[in-house]
């Protein structure tokens, strides 16, 4: 793989991360203000820590879809 190969991986990985991260954070009901804050600056660590919340509450979120 070159350079510019990895580069373009690295950002397509880093999107994705932030696109999970903010679809996991609007399911638990987050404000859209805090959600772009949290995926821009750093989507890998929000997506982490949804991910955390999600294994800590079993899979329990705020939707206003569940029973």
């Given at each position: 793989m070159n350079r510019q190969t990895v580069k373009r991986l690295l950002v397509a990985a880093s999107v994705a991360s932030g696109v999970a991260a903010a679809y996991l954070m609007y399911r638990r009901g987050e404000s859209l203000?805090?959600?772009?804050?949290?995926?821009?600056?750093?989507?890998?660590?929000?997506?982490?820590?949804?991910?955390?919340?999600?294994?800590?509450?079993?899979?329990?979120?705020?939707?206003?879809?569940?029973?």
């Open positions: 203000f805090a959600i772009i804050t949290r995926t821009v600056t750093n989507p890998v660590g929000a997506l982490a820590s949804e991910v955390g919340n999600v294994v800590q509450t079993g899979g329990a979120t705020n939707d206003r879809n569940a029973a």
